[in-house]
Nanobody, 125 residues
């Protein structure tokens, strides 16, 4: 069992940056592929980015490609999401998730076993 806690959300103006962090406890994060998802009001939760156990394979949603960067530090048991050039449409609750047994970082919500409680990101235009 792994527990995930997100931090770093907040209010930022369009064009600004935020760095989200996800801290894991209970298990070594290197056992999992990790992902970031988001859910805007009235919308379904959607994939943002994912990374495999070593950090060598990453995927991004088209909507964030070139603006967001996912990274992980297995020694610190953390996963980060650097978000630059933020847009109002990036406003959402952002969730960190862990997928066990996945050599290729999944993009499907159903592949993730553990979830954090989420952190709010609000981008004002």
């Amino acid at each position: 069992q792994v527990q995930l806690v997100e931090s770093g959300g907040g209010l930022v103006q369009a064009g600004g940056s935020l760095r989200l962090s996800c801290a894991a406890s209970g298990r070594f994060l290197s056992d999992y592929s990790m992902g970031w998802f988001r859910q805007a009001p009235g919308k379904e939760r959607e994939f943002v980015s994912s990374v495999n156990w070593s950090g060598g394979i990453t995927y991004y949603a088209d909507s964030v490609k070139g603006r967001f960067t996912i990274s992980r530090d297995n020694a610190k048991n953390t996963v980060n999401l650097q978000m630059n050039s933020l847009k109002s449409e990036d406003t959402a609750v952002y969730y960190c998730a862990a997928a066990s047994g996945a050599r290729i970082p999944p993009v499907l919500i159903s592949k993730y076993n553990y979830w954090g409680q989420g952190t709010q990101v609000t981008v004002s235009s």
